[in-house]
C-alpha cells in the first residue's frame, strides 16, 4: 500500500505538465464558448467527454507507470542482494585465504618438529606422538572450518548424553595433559542435552584444545550447573590467561592476540570456530579471564534431563 501511495504520488508530479495542459486547453475553448456566446450545453458535454477520455489514458498510462517501477524495484533489489552477496563471497574468500595462510604456517611448526625427531639418533616417542597429535589437530580443525558453512545440512537434534561426549575429548587429550603435566578436574556428569552430539563436541574440544596450550604446570577442568530450564557447562584452567583488552576480540576470526602471538601453536581460528557453532546450536558462549591466573569458558543452553 505505501509502496502504491509512493508510485501514484510520483506519477502525477511526472504528468502535472501534462494536467496543466490539459486543462489550460480546456480553459481556452471556455474563453471562446463564452465570447461567441455559442451553447454552453455543448461545451459542457465536450469537456465531460475529454475528461472521461483523458482519466482512461490516464489510468493506463499509470498502470504501465506502476509495473515500471516494481520492476525497477525488483531489479534494484537484485542488483543489492548481488552486491551484497559478491560482497560476503569476497569477505569469505579473503577470511579463507588468511586462515588457511596461517594455517600453513602454523602447521608447519609440528611438521617439521616431527622431521627433527625422526632424524635424530634416538627417537621420542611420546615427543613424537605429541607432534603427530598437533597435526592431525589441525588438519581436523582445517576441515571443520570448511564444513561450517554447510552446518544445518550436517545436523541431526537429538538427546545426547554430554558425559560421553567429555569423556571422548578428554581420551583424546589425554597425550597433551600428561605432556604439559595438567592436572584434571572433572566428575562423571549424569545428563542429557537436545543438541547435535557431533557439532557440540568439536565447540566443546575447541575450548579444551585452548585450555590445554595455554596452560603448563596447571590444572585445568569442566564442570556443570544445571536445572529444569538449562546448564551452564564451565571450561576452566589456571593457564596464561587472557589480557582484558584482548577479550573482547577472541572470538574474531584469525585474532590470536597478545598470548596467542606469543605461542607458537595458535592459529587464532578455533575461539572463532566455537563461537560460530555455539550460534547456530543456539548456545550462549562466555569467558572470563585474567592474565597469568587463567581463564573460564561457559557455554549455556536449554537442557533436558534423560
Not at 617439521?112 to 632424524?119: H, N, S
Not at 604446570?217 to 564442570?223: F, P, R, T, V
Amino acid at each position: 500500500m505505501v509502496a502504491m501511495m509512493k508510485n501514484i504520488n510520483g506519477f502525477f508530479r511526472e504528468k502535472i505538465d501534462s494536467i496543466l495542459l490539459f486543462v489550460m486547453i480546456l480553459l481556452v475553448f471556455w474563453i471562446v464558448f463564452y465570447l461567441n456566446r455559442l451553447d454552453m450545453s455543448i461545451y459542457i458535454l465536450a469537456v465531460q467527454l475529454s475528461v472521461f477520455v483523458y482519466c482512461i489514458y490516464l489510468f493506463i498510462v499509470f498502470f504501465k507507470y506502476n509495473n515500471t517501477k516494481r520492476i525497477e524495484a525488483i531489479v534494484e533489489a537484485l542488483k543489492s542482494e548481488n552486491r551484497s552477496l559478491k560482497y560476503e563471497y569476497n569477505v569469505s574468500r579473503r577470511e579463507m585465504r588468511e586462515y588457511f595462510m596461517m594455517w600453513i604456517h602454523q602447521i608447519k611448526t609440528p611438521i617439521t618438529a616431527t622431521k627433527l625427531i625422526l632424524d635424530s639418533d634416538k627417537i621420542d616417542n611420546r615427543e613424537l606422538l605429541k607432534q603427530l597429535f598437533y597435526i592431525d589437530d589441525y588438519t581436523n580443525m582445517a576441515l571443520n572450518y570448511l564444513k561450517i558453512s554447510e552446518f544445518e545440512r550436517d545436523m541431526d537434534i537429538c538427546g545426547v548424553p554430554i558425559d560421553s561426549i567429555i569423556k571422548s575429548i578428554l581420551r583424546k587429550y589425554s597425550i597433551l595433559f600428561i605432556s604439559n603435566k595438567i592436572s584434571l578436574e572433572y566428575e562423571p556428569i549424569d545428563f542429557m542435552i537436545t543438541t547435535d552430539a557431533k557439532w557440540f563436541g568439536i565447540l566443546v574440544e575447541q575450548i579444551v584444545s585452548n585450555a590445554v596450550k595455554y596452560t603448563r604446570n596447571g590444572k585445568a577442568g569442566l564442570k556443570l550447573q544445571h536445572d529444569d530450564e538449562g546448564f551452564v557447562l564451565e571450561i576452566y584452567d589456571t593457564g596464561i590467561g587472557i589480557s582484558r583488552e584482548d577479550l573482547p576480540k577472541i572470538f574474531d576470526s584469525g585474532y590470536s592476540g597478545f598470548n596467542g602471538r606469543t605461542n607458537q601453536k595458535s592459529s587464532g581460528i578455533g575461539l572463532f570456530l566455537a563461537k560460530q557453532i555455539a550460534d547456530k546450536l543456539e548456545l550462549a558462549i562466555e569467558v572470563e579471564s585474567a592474565v597469568g591466573k587463567g581463564s573460564s569458558f561457559f557455554i549455556k543452553g536449554k537442557s533436558k534431563r534423560q
